[in-house]
């Protein structure tokens, strides 16, 4: 048995460990805290620049009604990783008709976003300077610009996926020329048909070849070109991609639908398919009705 | 006192403390036997060590703290500021501590050594090794592995 001074001892020297415990977790409390206030504070500013971001790149965005003057009905979506990003949509009348295209940039968010202003100016440039009623040459003069500008032999950091379209409204033809774009048209008998495309990306290689391909179509067809991030869109029951197959029955089951109502029922399905999984890539498509 | 097949002679023992020594591994172990040891028979028991130091070589220092219920911070600045770096320069440098499992135990030796190293300095145990184990037969296992 120990005398009553071990436990006085021992009882003093427990206060002594709580209150030098309870002092330190307090530190790491009051630390903690500062440092989410620090983080909020970070998280305020990055969401601000990226709001104010996204404010200047939807206002660069065309005007829909530009394609609406040459076809029955057109309407596309542009769903950003982070409220900015690669994905952009192009249209720009000519002196003949038409110029419009879906691109994806290479990188998302602040990057993407960067490289979705650049091309698009460079590519708006292109088109202002010369009549070029050729996709393929144009898709030549953006692969050049892309390597002059970006330095990419270097490099290689601007890249773009995506297809061009030209129509003339002399003489209602309509030509596109595809670097890893993705489309399909719908034709009079349903028929779901891929557009052909170059497996090289526009900026990839200074010396690639673009092809143009001419697209006979008749009233009542449709143009609905996507970027990757539709179809590779992670969810559903099993978390799968969404797939090139899925996209293609739903539009075979919504033919009879306009332009912009398939871009809904498009809309809705990749917002249903998702759910509330996280964004895969930045998510564009665009439907032209003719 | 035999563990793990290695035989250890008990070389000092009072009311709080337990030391074994094992010549061949040139190991002490130090158990402590009650819930609080007071300052002055802790200082006491150490310093035992120290001196024990001078006549039989020691490399390793296991000290078994399960028993224990109080982290006493004086105690644990000297044993860190003055006992430590004297044992170093006697050729100890690998310690072995096995903590009781009770996380505000272990919470109270994080807050103390807190302290210790922001009076100190970071640099205070340079070259020498602490180890926190389970089980002093955890340990032992290595020694045979290696040896």
Redesign the interface.
């Given at each position: 048995m120990e005398d009553i001074s071990y436990y006085l001892e021992e009882l003093e020297a427990k206060d002594d460990m709580l209150a030098r415990t309870t002092n330190y977790l307090s530190q790491i409390q009051s630390s903690i805290i500062e440092k989410n206030l620090h983080l909020n504070e970070l998280q305020k500013g990055i969401s601000d620049s990226i709001n104010f971001a996204k404010l200047i790149q939807t206002s660069l965005l065309p005007d829909v009604s530009i394609l609406k003057v040459f076809f029955k009905d057109a309407a596309f979506k542009i769903f950003q990783k982070i409220g900015i990003g690669g994905d952009t949509v192009f249209i720009k009348n000519t002196n003949s008709g038409v110029v419009f295209c879906l691109l994806d940039a290479s990188g998302h968010g602040v990057s993407g976003s960067m490289l979705s202003i650049s091309g698009t100016l460079i590519l708006n440039d292109i088109i202002s300077s010369i009549e070029i009623d050729d996709p393929a040459v144009i898709l030549k003069f953006l692969n050049y610009r892309l390597h002059q500008t970006f330095k990419n032999d270097k490099n290689s950091i601007a890249n773009f996926d995506g297809t061009v379209f030209c129509y003339s409204s002399i003489n209602n033809r309509l030509s596109y020329s595809s670097a890893r774009g993705k489309g399909f048209l719908i034709d009079s008998r349903n028929d779901i048909i891929s557009l052909e495309n170059t497996k090289v990306s526009i900026g990839e290689n200074l010396n690639s070849n673009f092809n143009t391909c001419n697209i006979s179509f008749e009233k009542g067809n449709k143009l609905i070109l996507f970027t990757d991030g539709l179809i590779d869109q992670f969810g559903g029951d099993h978390n799968k991609k969404y797939s090139t197959s899925r996209l293609k029955k739903l539009l075979s089951n919504n033919t009879g639908k306009t332009a912009s109502e398939l871009t809904e029922i498009i809309s809705d399905e990749y917002l249903s398919w998702k759910g509330d999984g996280s964004q895969t890539d930045d998510v564009s498509f665009k439907v032209i009705e003719f | 006192m035999v563990e793990n097949n290695y035989e250890f002679d008990v070389v000092y023992k009072d009311?709080y403390t337990t030391l074994s020594y094992n010549e061949e591994l040139s190991m002490v172990i130090c158990t402590a036997d009650s819930?609080?040891i007071?300052?002055g028979e802790f200082k006491k028991v150490f310093l035992y060590v120290s001196e024990f130091a001078n006549s039989s070589k020691i490399s390793y220092f296991v000290f078994d703290k399960r028993n224990l219920r109080?982290?006493?911070?004086p105690s644990m600045e000297w044993y860190f500021a003055i006992w430590k770096p004297i044992l170093k320069m006697k050729g100890l440098v690998n310690h072995y501590k096995i903590l009781p499992e009770l996380p505000?135990f272990s919470?109270?030796v994080?807050?103390?050594k807190?302290?210790i190293f922001q009076r100190y300095g970071n640099n205070l145990l340079d070259g020498i090794n602490i180890t926190y184990i389970n089980s002093i037969e955890e340990l032992l296992e290595k020694f045979r592995k290696v040896g």
């Amino acid at each position: 048995m120990e005398d009553i001074s071990y436990y006085l001892e021992e009882l003093e020297a427990k206060d002594d460990m709580l209150a030098r415990t309870t002092n330190y977790l307090s530190q790491i409390q009051s630390s903690i805290i500062e440092k989410n206030l620090h983080l909020n504070e970070l998280q305020k500013g990055i969401s601000d620049s990226i709001n104010f971001a996204k404010l200047i790149q939807t206002s660069l965005l065309p005007d829909v009604s530009i394609l609406k003057v040459f076809f029955k009905d057109a309407a596309f979506k542009i769903f950003q990783k982070i409220g900015i990003g690669g994905d952009t949509v192009f249209i720009k009348n000519t002196n003949s008709g038409v110029v419009f295209c879906l691109l994806d940039a290479s990188g998302h968010g602040v990057s993407g976003s960067m490289l979705s202003i650049s091309g698009t100016l460079i590519l708006n440039d292109i088109i202002s300077s010369i009549e070029i009623d050729d996709p393929a040459v144009i898709l030549k003069f953006l692969n050049y610009r892309l390597h002059q500008t970006f330095k990419n032999d270097k490099n290689s950091i601007a890249n773009f996926d995506g297809t061009v379209f030209c129509y003339s409204s002399i003489n209602n033809r309509l030509s596109y020329s595809s670097a890893r774009g993705k489309g399909f048209l719908i034709d009079s008998r349903n028929d779901i048909i891929s557009l052909e495309n170059t497996k090289v990306s526009i900026g990839e290689n200074l010396n690639s070849n673009f092809n143009t391909c001419n697209i006979s179509f008749e009233k009542g067809n449709k143009l609905i070109l996507f970027t990757d991030g539709l179809i590779d869109q992670f969810g559903g029951d099993h978390n799968k991609k969404y797939s090139t197959s899925r996209l293609k029955k739903l539009l075979s089951n919504n033919t009879g639908k306009t332009a912009s109502e398939l871009t809904e029922i498009i809309s809705d399905e990749y917002l249903s398919w998702k759910g509330d999984g996280s964004q895969t890539d930045d998510v564009s498509f665009k439907v032209i009705e003719f | 006192m035999v563990e793990n097949n290695y035989e250890f002679d008990v070389v000092y023992k009072d009311k709080y403390t337990t030391l074994s020594y094992n010549e061949e591994l040139s190991m002490v172990i130090c158990t402590a036997d009650s819930e609080y040891i007071p300052i002055g028979e802790f200082k006491k028991v150490f310093l035992y060590v120290s001196e024990f130091a001078n006549s039989s070589k020691i490399s390793y220092f296991v000290f078994d703290k399960r028993n224990l219920r109080t982290f006493h911070q004086p105690s644990m600045e000297w044993y860190f500021a003055i006992w430590k770096p004297i044992l170093k320069m006697k050729g100890l440098v690998n310690h072995y501590k096995i903590l009781p499992e009770l996380p505000w135990f272990s919470k109270a030796v994080e807050a103390g050594k807190h302290e210790i190293f922001q009076r100190y300095g970071n640099n205070l145990l340079d070259g020498i090794n602490i180890t926190y184990i389970n089980s002093i037969e955890e340990l032992l296992e290595k020694f045979r592995k290696v040896g």
